[in-house]
């Protein structure tokens, strides 16, 4: 019965949330979710573009898809909040105003497959395991005063923010979306719709159905944060030091650069020894 109440709805009431969950809400006609980090007290961390402004894509859905922040430009300011309806990056505001109005959902963690893949739409869970609410909170208070980078619908946008303060993980390759679940299901639809070899499997319309619902569950496991390898866990303080956060989102580099801070830290002998060489050389 329980796993049938996930499989139709993720929507909770207020009253059922704790500190370091991740909640979600769905805008503009269920186009796509909003994500944050529920901090207590109803209030929230998310990460957003800002008000009025592109969301990045570089296509239609930048006039489709509108501002995920919080917007009292056409009424009376948040007494709690003020006017968030510009604000960009990483911010806090109240309950009230991260939903807009909407229903509130549980993002859901540690899933089973079967579940996974019995939620069709993107962004509503994940495979991979939460870290405990305090590690969680620590991220989401870390990143507000910090900064997460520019946003980026595929690579890093609100849902890769609450994954990462969820999880500490981090895409290590530049070939790949993010973490994001909505992006990796947009992809995967895609790949299903479009992909050339689904029209040698099959003539008849069923079959290609068929198919092509394999290609997009296929490729929704893949791609989830805890089925992919090409992650690794990074420090909230070391992924804002200096310019670690913009090499994070081009992970490569940083990837290049905990490997050698960890040949530093685990293998100092043959570190040494590659010195001493160098200066015989």
Known sequence: MEEMKQILSNKVHKSQIKPGDHIYTWRTAWLYAHHGIYMGDEKVIHFTRGGGQEIGTGTVLDRVLLSSSPSNSDGDPCPKCGDQSKAEGV????????????????????????????????????????????????????????????????????????????????????????????AASFLAAASAIFSSPLRYLTTSF?????????????????ADIGMRRDVIKI?????????????????????????VARVGAEEPKVAQDVVATAKGD
Request: glycine content about 10%; aromatic content about 10%.
């Open 235 to 259: 420090p909230v303080e070391r992924l804002v030091r200096g310019s670690i956060l913009a090499e994070a989102l081009e992970p490569e580099a940083c990837v290049k650069k905990l490997e």
């Open 91 to 182: 911010i806090a505001s109240c309950l009230d105003c991260f939903l807009s109005g909407d229903d509130l959902y549980l993002f859901k963690y540690s899933v089973s497959p079967a579940i996974f893949l019995a939620k069709a739409r993107g962004g509503t869970c994940t495979l991979a395991v939460s870290d405990p609410p305090d590690d969680v909170i620590h991220r989401a208070k870390f990143l507000l005063e910090n900064g997460f980078g520019g946003y980026n619908i595929f690579k890093n946008n609100c849902e890769d923010f609450a994954i990462y303060c969820k999880t500490g993980l981090l895409v290590f390759t530049t070939i790949s979306v993010g973490r994001s679940g909505q």
């Open 206 to 222: 069923p079959g290609l159905a068929v198919v092509g619902c394999g290609v997009y569950c296929v490729s929704r496991v893949v």
